[in-house]
């Protein structure tokens, strides 16, 4: 099972911009599809995208555009690019592997206000 610690969140302005990582460690990393998350408070956790094996990514309609994902498997880790943030981007941000979660980690932060 991959296990996961989030990092890099913080306060941003709105149209600002923040990168996320994910450090993971366990078995067979590099052949599984990771994915973003996000939970607002009073929200349910929302599939934010995601990347496969080979790096195919995939988005939310409310982040494409805006959000790039990318993975580093020498490294364990994978990343979330987010640009021209949004107040409704606010949430806790979670990484997990898609279809097959395994434990979540904390978190990290996001908060975009004026």
């Known amino acids: 099972q991959v296990q996961f610690v989030e990092s890099g969140g913080g306060s941003v302005q709105p149209g600002g911009s923040l990168g996320l990582s994910c450090a993971a460690s366990?078995?067979?990393?590099?052949?599984?599809?990771i994915a973003w998350y996000r939970q607002a408070p009073g929200n349910q956790r929302e599939w934010v995208g995601g990347i496969s094996s080979d790096g195919v990514t995939n988005y939310a309609n409310s982040v494409k555009g805006r959000f790039s994902i990318s993975r580093d498997n020498a490294k364990r880790t994978v990343y979330l690019q987010m640009d021209s943030l949004k107040s409704e981007d606010t949430a806790v941000y979670y990484c997990n592997t898609e279809g097959r979660p395994g434990d979540w980690g904390q978190g990290t932060q996001v908060t975009v206000s004026s």
């Open positions: 366990g078995s067979l990393f590099r052949l599984r599809r």
